[in-house]
């Protein structure tokens, strides 16, 4: 099974960035690099995905590293909303099979 | 435009006795998925519907889990009997068809499932 790491909590001040990383040393060649996020007592919500290249949605922007290792989801301007768990998942373009890890637990503090 | 609709969003049972889950999802998502989230943890995959036909079953317990996508919309999430194990939050979700170009999948808000 994929498997990514991610650290278990964060905090950040609300109005500034929130830079959440993730560990994929297992990804293959042509797996993406997909972000989603759960509110409390919510699904989960699609954030971004990316194969190799820097992406930027209105949601957030992902940066993955040069041998893919790794990657960094950033919220420019972090908001109280934005409180969730994060989750780091790889998976093959199209394929419907993610595996979902513990995540990382955002907390936006006013 | 609505999203994946799940019922009931609660449920209470007592162990050994039956309990489903309904889902619709998407209006013109070829693709469902039933996803399991034990407290603290992501969801798990338990099942994927390409249409009416179940393309990955391999992590459904199918001594007392059955699943059915009768027409290929909505779906059915069944256990028979309940364990107190099965106590969590069970999760619907859909996408439009396998090897789209964005195959985002959309969640529902979900069934929490207590087993006494």
């Known amino acids: 099974d994929a498997k990514t790491t991610q650290p278990p909590s964060m905090d950040c001040a609300e109005g500034r960035a929130a830079n959440l990383p993730c560990n994929h040393s297992t990804i293959s060649g042509n797996e993406y690099v997909y972000w989603y996020r759960q509110i409390h007592s919510q699904g989960p919500q699609y954030i971004i995905h990316?194969?190799?290249n820097n992406e930027t949605n209105e949601m957030a922007s992902l940066i993955i590293t040069e041998d893919r290792k790794s990657s960094t989801l950033i919220l420019p301007h972090a908001t109280l909303r934005d409180t969730a768990v994060y989750y780091c998942v790889h998976a093959m373009f199209g394929n419907e099979k993610l595996t979902f890890g513990t995540g990382t637990r955002l907390t936006i503090i006013p | 435009e609505a999203g994946v609709v799940q019922s009931p969003r609660y449920k209470i049972i007592e162990k050994k006795q039956p309990v489903a889950f309904w889902c619709n999802p998407i209006?013109?998502?070829?693709?469902l998925y039933w996803y399991r989230q034990n407290l603290g943890q992501g969801p798990e995959l338990l099942i994927r519907y390409e249409n009416e036909e179940a393309v990955d079953d391999s992590q459904l317990p199918k001594d007392r889990f059955s699943a059915e996508r009768l027409k290929g919309v909505d779906s059915t999430l069944k256990i028979q009997p309940a364990e107190l194990g099965d106590s969590a939050v069970y999760l619907c979700?859909?996408?439009?068809?396998?090897?789209?170009?964005?195959?985002?999948?959309?969640f529902g808000p979900g069934t929490r499932l207590t087993v006494l």
């Open positions: 990316g194969l190799k």
């Open positions: 209006s013109g998502h070829n693709t």
């Open positions: 979700a859909s996408s439009l068809e396998a090897g789209a170009s964005n195959n985002e999948q959309f």
